[in-house]
């Protein structure tokens, strides 16, 4: 009993400290620097005045426009209302967004206000997603070890990206949320505690929310195989459980890429074909590689990748001091070192169930990595916000990682490591970089040689230094350079 209270109020902890910080970058950033903000306010817009679902068209995007409404921070004497490129987007978001509009609207007559309560939506969604990500993650982890979901969904909570872009007006929170209650749902369903309906209506949704979540329906049969193979279901066992998987997330998809098509024609079923044909002048891949070359091309996609995966704010423009990249870089690369130590002394012991998580939350990252190289063969597009799709493999690595790093042997070793490449980068003259590796190498040290039972107080202390970054980012480089 003592441990579900005190499970309770770090869930509490987590779920109010998220809403704080994003209820702050809400009110706080200047309206309409989240990417692509106005065109989605402009959607919701169309649906709370009764104009029914808008259509894209050529004039819906303008790139000389936007550059000059980003350049000059979206001045009040330039409108919003042209921008209208995300037009094709599935409809969910906008649906549920379209009364919080039409109620502040008519209580205040200003845009501002209505900026400001979808936002709120917006962040409502995104506690949500941080409560289905700890759900999820307490799926994941084994009984004993369900602090480290909390980690992780802390860890996840406090990306400074993700909390700016659930602050802003976009559907990136409401799909994620679901996607994220789908592996929920997923995992609970390969031991048999979930139903297969509950999946295929949580698919729908996620159908009719944005394509960037549309990896659930491979998963599908992989969600299938897993338990088939498992229970050694014959073939007609398996067509009777695809039809709840998938019946109801194709008709509910369905209604929406009917209506695409009797707009846009065949074989555009999710308008993807007619905003490719209106988003002219945006940034070609191969223009871009023809300019830079190959080599040059990938090294920057992979930096502007990694630096916006974790902070990179208004329209790619606002990026934090070299050294805080270098600090998360290095943290990062802590995490997955101790997950991979985590998976070699492991993996042979895994049983089916630890491999139904792997095979999930594998496919899932690989989708998402897979879908986002193919978005930037054609678009330049090195955001990496798209790859918050695979954030629950993300967590997962992230938190055990670290608390693999807690064991002395893992700790001696890392410790080693990270103080001969703070010696090597302080001969080199650089001196930031070797102290934020002799900070690293100090903090594996003290991991590794706390008491057991102080351990949780730094996990605790990681999560608060994550939120003061979310602080500074907002008020020493968002509102200063955008404001």
Not at 150 to 169: E, N, R, Y
Request: with cysteine.
């Amino acid at each position: 009993m003592a441990y579900r209270s005190r499970d309770n109020r770090r869930t509490w902890a987590l779920i109010l400290a998220y809403l704080l910080i994003g209820g702050l970058y809400a009110l706080r950033t200047p309206l309409w620097q989240v990417p692509d903000e106005p065109a989605h306010y402009n959607y919701i817009r169309a649906l709370a005045r009764g104009e029914g679902f808008p259509v894209m068209s050529p004039g819906d995007y303008d790139q000389a426009y936007l550059e000059r409404l980003t350049a000059e921070h979206f001045p009040a004497s330039l409108p919003i209302d042209s921008l209208e490129y995300e037009d094709h987007q599935p409809p969910l978001y906008y649906l549920l967004a379209a009364p919080v509009f039409w109620s502040a609207e008519h209580l205040a007559h200003a845009q501002t206000v209505t900026v400001y309560a979808v936002r709120l939506f917006t962040v409502a969604l995104g506690g949500c997603a941080v409560w289905l990500m700890l759900q999820l993650l307490r799926e994941v982890f084994p009984p004993t070890r369900q602090s480290l979901a909390w980690l992780g969904a802390g860890l996840i909570a406090f990306i400074p990206q993700f909390v700016a872009i659930t602050a802003g007006i976009n559907n990136d929170a409401l799909m994620l949320g679901l996607l994220w209650l789908w592996l929920w749902l997923a995992l609970r369903y390969l031991r048999g505690a979930a139903s297969p309906w509950a999946l295929g209506v949580t698919l729908g949704a996620i159908l009719l929310t944005k394509t960037t979540g549309y990896g659930a329906l491979p998963l599908t049969f992989v969600v299938l195989w897993r338990r088939g193979r498992r229970e050694s279901w014959s073939a007609r066992r398996a067509w009777r459980e695809l039809l709840p998987l998938l019946g109801p997330g194709l008709l509910l998809g369905g209604l929406w890429w009917g209506r695409d098509l009797l707009v846009y024609g065949w074989p555009d079923a999710l308008g993807l074909l007619r905003h490719n044909a209106v988003v002219v002048n945006q940034p070609r891949t191969v223009d871009w590689v023809a300019r830079v070359g190959w080599g040059q091309f990938l090294l920057d996609a992979a930096r502007t990748t990694f630096q916006s995966f974790w902070a990179q704010f208004g329209w790619m423009g606002v990026m934090l001091d070299a050294r805080i990249y270098f600090g998360l870089a290095v943290f990062t690369a802590v995490g997955l070192w101790g997950a991979a130590w985590h998976g070699v002394k492991y993996a042979p012991r895994y049983t089916a169930r630890h491999w139904d998580r792997v095979w999930l939350l594998g496919s899932l990252a690989l989708l998402s990595g897979t879908m986002y190289g193919g978005y930037n063969l054609t678009f330049v597009q090195h955001q990496g916000r798209y790859l918050f799709t695979a954030l629950p493999l993300f967590g997962w690595l992230m938190a055990g990682g670290l608390a693999q790093l807690t064991a002395r042997r893992a700790a001696v070793s890392t410790a080693i490591l990270l103080g001969s490449a703070a010696l090597i980068t302080g001969v080199t003259g650089h001196a930031w970089g070797a102290l934020i590796l002799a900070l690293a190498t100090g903090g594996v040290i003290l991991a590794g040689t706390l008491p057991r039972q102080w351990q949780p107080w730094l996990a605790t202390s990681l999560l608060l230094a994550l939120l003061l970054l979310d602080g500074v980012s907002l008020f020493w480089f968002i509102v200063p350079q955008l404001g």
